[in-house]
């Protein structure tokens, strides 16, 4: 089951890569767009061509014995080489030296055939044999692999690493992070063999199908890479999700500090029982323009004298400094509620602030109303210390 999940996870993430090829085919080179193919292509068929199904479709003989083992590990440095090409090209873009990494890949990949062909392979049920006296090349086959991939990945892992650093918060740092994980994930995907390497030296055999956990790997680094590449075309839906929850946990948040003032206001309340009608963002612009109305209405019973002396015991009663000010708020909104029911009026002092900044946004507003509603669960302690430090 956690094999097939693997292969839809690539499937997945090759749809992304097709999704990328398109909506970049106007905005990236021909060129770079082909390297980024490359990149899914080879990888998707390196993956097919190790798995059990493949190998039970070729059957016995020198297919599976020798073609598919060797097409898996050339599709894998293919891979690795279009992915290096790929980031040369959009971070140097028309000034990026593809050459040399170019001449690196198809050496390497040269020599990797020359080892494994002088490595005489003999598939024996799940096993691949060898002789002892082509062990060594069937070694040098596997170091030449890890050799070139420890190279590769490792350029890839520091171009997306800085750039990540370096980049500002939003979309494009955090497809650049992804970018970062999936090469963290191909690489564990590339050495999850060196145990493999260890046993071939002991025993002159290896396993001769891909693995669960390589499986696993492989569908992680192809997902990352996938979902890092295309973040530019689902972040905005995923931003409008955030969004909407954090606009949802806010209005909850403040519901204490608005059913209080509800009660004392009932006027307040623009439609009672349709909040969450036009959705969490708009209820939550409801509420907090609610709050603020009860706030007006009930400024003619604030105490003028009470912020400084609520402000003391705040301290006094271990209130954190970051909360004093909303403890302050949750205190004289109290009084104020209580003020109002008892018909108590005061004069407004000349620098009491009647009305709530007009520059401040929702948002700004629903945090600050957050703090102001979880200071109000804790305000009965500060009054009370209030009440006991009145003169007389």
């Given at each position: 089951?956690?094999?097939?999940?693997?292969?839809?996870?690539?499937?997945?993430?090759?749809?992304?890569?097709?999704?990328?090829?398109?909506?970049?085919?106007?905005?990236?080179?021909?060129?770079?767009?082909?390297?980024?193919?490359?990149?899914?292509?080879?990888?998707?068929?390196?993956?097919?061509?190790?798995?059990?199904?493949?190998?039970?479709?070729?059957?016995?003989?020198?297919?599976?014995?020798?073609?598919?083992?060797?097409?898996?590990?050339?599709?894998?440095?293919?891979?690795?080489?279009?992915?290096?090409?790929?980031?040369?090209?959009?971070?140097?873009?028309?000034?990026?030296?593809?050459?040399?990494?170019?001449?690196?890949?198809?050496?390497?990949?040269?020599?990797?055939?020359?080892?494994?062909?002088?490595?005489?392979?003999?598939?024996?049920?799940?096993?691949?044999?060898?002789?002892?006296?082509?062990?060594?090349?069937?070694?040098?086959?596997?170091?030449?692999?890890l050799a070139y991939s420890?190279?590769?990945?490792?350029?890839?892992?520091?171009?997306?690493?800085?750039?990540?650093?370096?980049?500002?918060?939003?979309?494009?740092?955090?497809?650049?992070?992804?970018?970062?994980?999936?090469?963290?994930?191909?690489?564990?995907?590339?050495?999850?063999?060196?145990?493999?390497?260890?046993?071939?030296?002991?025993?002159?055999?290896?396993?001769?199908?891909?693995?669960?956990?390589?499986?696993?790997?492989?569908?992680?680094?192809?997902?990352?890479?996938?979902?890092?590449?295309?973040?530019?075309?689902?972040?905005?839906?995923?931003?409008?999700?955030?969004?909407?929850?954090?606009?949802?946990?806010?209005?909850?948040?403040?519901?204490?500090?608005?059913?209080?003032?509800?009660?004392?206001?009932?006027?307040?309340?623009?439609?009672?029982?349709?909040?969450?009608?036009?959705?969490?963002?708009?209820?939550?612009?409801?509420?907090?323009?609610?709050?603020?109305?009860?706030?007006?209405?009930?400024?003619?019973?604030?105490?003028?004298?009470?912020?400084?002396?609520?402000?003391?015991?705040?301290?006094?009663?271990?209130?954190?400094?970051?909360?004093?000010?909303?403890?302050?708020?949750?205190?004289?909104?109290?009084?104020?509620?209580?003020?109002?029911?008892?018909?108590r009026r005061y004069e407004?002092?000349?620098?009491?602030?009647?009305?709530?900044?007009?520059?401040?946004?929702?948002?700004?507003?629903?945090?600050?109303?957050?703090?102001?509603?979880?200071?109000?669960?804790?305000?009965?302690?500060?009054?009370?210390?209030?009440?006991?430090?009145?003169?007389?």
């Amino acid at each position: 089951m956690t094999e097939t999940l693997a292969y839809y996870l690539c499937l997945a993430g090759f749809a992304g890569f097709g999704y990328k090829l398109i909506e970049a085919r106007r905005s990236q080179p021909v060129r770079t767009m082909w390297f980024l193919a490359g990149f899914g292509i080879c990888i998707a068929t390196g993956i097919l061509v190790l798995t059990p199904a493949m190998s039970a479709l070729a059957g016995p003989g020198p297919v599976a014995e020798w073609v598919l083992s060797l097409a898996g590990d050339e599709l894998k440095l293919g891979a690795i080489g279009f992915a290096v090409a790929f980031t040369q090209s959009v971070w140097r873009g028309e000034r990026a030296r593809l050459a040399p990494h170019a001449l690196f890949t198809g050496a390497t990949m040269v020599l990797l055939a020359v080892c494994f062909a002088l490595s005489e392979p003999r598939r024996v049920g799940d096993d691949t044999v060898f002789s002892d006296a082509a062990l060594p090349y069937a070694l040098a086959d596997k170091v030449v692999f890890l050799a070139y991939s420890l190279v590769s990945l490792g350029l890839l892992f520091a171009v997306f690493a800085r750039s990540a650093w370096q980049a500002e918060p939003g979309p494009l740092r955090a497809g650049l992070w992804l970018l970062v994980v999936g090469v963290g994930s191909a690489t564990a995907w590339t050495f999850w063999d060196v145990d493999d390497v260890l046993q071939l030296a002991r025993t002159a055999r290896i396993g001769a199908r891909e693995d669960l956990p390589s499986s696993v790997l492989a569908a992680v680094t192809v997902g990352c890479v996938a979902a890092g590449a295309t973040l530019s075309a689902w972040s905005p839906a995923v931003s409008s999700l955030i969004g909407r929850v954090r606009a949802y946990r806010a209005y909850r948040r403040i519901e204490p500090l608005w059913t209080a003032l509800r009660t004392a206001v009932p006027g307040i309340a623009l439609d009672p029982g349709r909040e969450l009608a036009g959705g969490a963002e708009f209820a939550l612009y409801r509420r907090v323009i609610e709050i603020r109305d009860g706030h007006l209405a009930l400024r003619a019973h604030f105490d003028p004298d009470l912020p400084a002396r609520a402000e003391a015991a705040a301290r006094r009663a271990g209130v954190p400094e970051a909360q004093v000010a909303a403890t302050v708020e949750a205190v004289t909104l109290a009084a104020a509620i209580e003020a109002g029911r008892a018909g108590r009026r005061y004069e407004r002092g000349p620098e009491q602030k009647a009305e709530p900044d007009k520059d401040a946004d929702v948002k700004a507003e629903a945090a600050w109303l957050v703090q102001v509603s979880r200071a109000w669960r804790h305000r009965d302690a500060v009054a009370e210390r209030v009440r006991a430090a009145a003169p007389g």
